[in-house]
């Protein structure tokens, strides 16, 4: 069984500052998929990795995609209160399918 | 509005109740899921259907019954559940496996449900 682990579990930071949140396991994923849930919503999707090594950047939120495929890191600068939520990585398993591995999760808080 | 809709978004049953959950996707996907998300553990994948035919039952007990009647809607029939099925139901849905790699999924809202 695939897994993936996430730290930290629970982040509490005050607006304006940085925060990396850790995606590991150890099995390889072809692609790899972070997602943010909001209280009472379901997860939204937001980015893709595919290549080893591959770094994306989507306004204040930079996601990187380990070397070897098997962990991923989410990088938030600056945060803000409208960054609080629930982030999970999922692993799409190499062979195909259409079987996602969630991550255990972190819960973000972003104070004023 | 991720183009998943679930109905109802909060449903409160009795453990002898029939109850169903729907869902209903409009991005022109042709699989979709239903996930268990419970306080403190991961996302919990329930059922996949591939051109609405069931290619994954994640050993969900029986009191749980998925219906896909096309690739447009989604199911969950519930009924005879216990206080520990509380949970929120996810639906998603995606381009089905061999048409792209991504597998990259889309999901309603949720169904928020209080077995009493």
């Known amino acids: 069984t695939q897994l993936l682990e996430q730290s930290p579990q629970f982040l509490s930071i005050q607006e304006g500052e940085n925060l990396t949140v850790y995606c590991n396991s150890s099995s390889v994923f072809s692609s790899l998929q972070w997602y943010r849930q909001e209280p009472g919503e379901g997860p939204v999707l937001l980015v893709t990795v595919v290549t080893g090594g591959e770094v994306k950047k989507l306004k204040r939120l930079t996601f990187q995609f380990g070397d070897a495929r098997k962990d ?15 982030y999970l990585c999922a692993g799409n398993p190499t062979g195909g399918g259409n079987k996602l591995t969630f991550g255990t999760g972190t819960q973000l808080k972003v104070e004023l | 509005e991720t183009g998943v809709t679930q109905t109802p978004r909060h449903l409160v049953m009795g453990m002898t109740n029939k109850k169903s959950l729907k ?6 996907h042709n699989a979709m899921y239903w996930y268990k998300q419970s306080a403190k553990k991961p996302l919990e994948l329930m059922f996949v259907y591939s051109l609405e035919e069931r290619v994954e039952n994640n050993s969900v007990p029986s009191r749980f019954s998925p219906e896909c009647p096309n690739s447009s809607h989604l199911f969950l029939h519930l009924h005879t559940l216990q206080p520990e099925d509380s949970a929120l139901y996810l639906c998603a849905s995606s381009r089905r496996a061999g048409t792209t790699i991504y597998n ?5 809202p949720g169904t928020r449900l209080t077995v009493l």
């Open chain 1, 72 to 86: 991923s890191s989410l990088h938030i600068t600056a945060a803000q209160p409208g960054d609080t939520g629930l």
């Open chain 2, 104 to 108: 990259e999924q889309f999901f309603g």
């Open chain 2, 23 to 28: 869902c209903e996707q409009h991005l022109g």
